[in-house]
């Protein structure tokens, strides 16, 4: 599924293809048969409750007040940034344990071809019924056993259809918690659209937790024409990772002294070659300005490798490759920010800083899998969308000696903004994911 990472956004097509759902019978057949063997000498002799006990155990109750509703989060990567904000921002205890561990306890009893996201959810009710009851009970001993250290009142997920969530969300659901999701899919470019239409219906999915808070309107309207979730349980709430953004003071032009690059050095981008040439220019105008910090802005260090690969004028050049500036930080200070086809570009609209998209050779070549685009008028009343490399060279010189003001109102770019992530100037995200959240466990404590 698309994941919103603040600096990469997947292609549609990588993610959608089509699974091969397995066959039963045979080869398989005997495969299931020892996996299951495995799943009923774990439950017999102990060994499950065992490994529930241990991922309970693993649970970070750091962030844990008295007199607070309890939320568990299944923590990843990327949902840990939104973590963190919720920490800081929310009167609720959200203590994390790591999605990954309990992926990897479960993949010891369920065969391979079986954990398919999205697929699983079908599985586990037909082809996989008989691995249900030892999964499901392995789902409740781990929350009677974290509940037993400080009561559970909510799970918080970052995704719908994790098949190695669907144990737990049968478990909570038996035991009154509430189970829901902070999606971080968002589903706001046209093609990822009809995808995951095609994609959900082909699997089957159903949602089996409570309900899910989604980052946009979009993806609210799209997730009610699957049918697969409750017609009352999508809340539109925004992503509290951005809400550092209320945060941060607009630097003055004039003591503004970056110019930065977001690497789009991958297919997933949609833009290789025109990466090759853009970085090419970017290193050519840093050798000239040692006045100025020309940075190129990673989403993980190791990707400096592969951004050199591909433009080797970046390596000994003066551009500063870096994963760890925070973009708060970072982007309010540049004197223009290049990118393509990354959220860390609507980002950069938030700011008083010039906005540049790239968009000769392949870059923007399909609108339908851009999240910017010349073609559409409010976009272009925001963002400089330089059609070659002569035209991107000017915007860069004009940058570079402070002359290229940030295009439209702050209005006009935070609608831009809107356009895949809810902003609202009266309430943070995260206040609205805790009156959501609250909402669930007033209403289960209600039931209960």
């Not at 495969?31 to 409750?49: K, M, P």
């Not at 799970?155 to 902070?182: C, K, M, S």
């Not at 992503?239 to 032009?253: E, I, K, N």
Request: hydrophobic fraction near 40%; charge should be negative.
């Amino acid at each position: 599924m698309m994941t919103l990472a603040p600096e990469k956004l997947p292609a549609p097509m990588d993610i959608y293809a089509d699974r091969q759902v397995p066959v039963a019978g045979g080869w398989q057949s005997l495969r299931d048969g020892l996996f299951r063997a495995r799943l009923l000498f774990d439950s017999a002799t102990g060994r499950l409750e065992g490994a529930a006990d241990r991922l309970a155990q693993s649970i970070d109750w750091s962030q844990w007040r008295e007199g607070r509703p309890t939320v568990l989060c299944l923590e990843r990567a990327t949902f840990s940034k939104d973590i963190e904000e919720l920490q800081a921002r929310c009167d609720l205890n959200f203590v994390t344990m790591s999605a990954t561990a309990g992926k990897s306890v479960q993949e010891r009893w369920v065969p391979p071809e079986w954990q398919m996201q999205s697929y699983f959810t079908k599985f586990f009710s037909d082809e996989l019924a008989a691995f249900r009851p030892h999964l499901e009970r392995f789902g409740e001993v781990l929350l009677k056993k974290a509940s037993a250290h400080h009561p559970i009142d909510a799970i918080l997920a970052a995704n719908t259809d994790y098949w190695q969530d669907e144990a737990l969300r049968r478990a909570a659901a038996t035991l009154g918690i509430p189970f829901l999701v902070l999606c971080r899919e968002n589903y706001t470019i046209k093609q990822d659209q009809a995808n995951v239409l095609r994609h959900y219906s082909k699997a089957g999915f159903r949602y089996s937790g409570t309900a899910v808070a989604v980052y946009s309107e979009t993806t609210r309207t799209i997730m009610r024409e699957m049918g697969a979730f409750p017609e009352d349980g999508i809340w539109v709430t925004g992503a509290p990772r951005f809400d550092r953004w209320r945060d941060v003071r607009q630097v003055p032009a004039e003591t503004r002294d970056c110019v930065t690059l977001l690497s789009y050095a991958y297919p997933i981008y949609e833009a290789m070659d025109n990466f090759r040439e853009a970085a090419a220019i970017f290193a050519e105008k840093a050798a000239k300005r040692d006045d100025l910090r020309f940075v190129l802005k990673l989403k993980k260090e190791n990707e400096s490798t592969d951004a050199e690969a591909l433009c080797p004028s970046l390596k000994g050049s003066r551009v500063e490759m870096t994963a760890d500036w925070p973009l708060f930080d970072l982007l309010p200070r540049s004197r223009a920010v290049v990118g393509c086809n990354s959220l860390a570009v609507a980002e950069a609209l938030l700011t008083n800083s010039a906005v540049i998209v790239p968009a000769w050779h392949d870059a923007l070549s399909n609108s339908a899998t851009c999240l910017y685009h010349y073609s559409e008028p409010t976009h272009r009343k925001c963002i400089y969308f330089p059609r070659s490399a002569e035209e991107f060279s000017t915007l860069l010189d004009l940058a570079v000696r402070g002359e290229l003001p940030a295009a439209g109102t702050l209005e006009e770019r935070q609608a831009c903004f809107r356009e895949h992530l809810h902003y609202d100037a009266a309430a943070s995200s995260s206040a609205m994911v805790e009156r959501f959240i609250r909402h669930y466990v007033d209403q289960a404590r209600s039931a209960s």
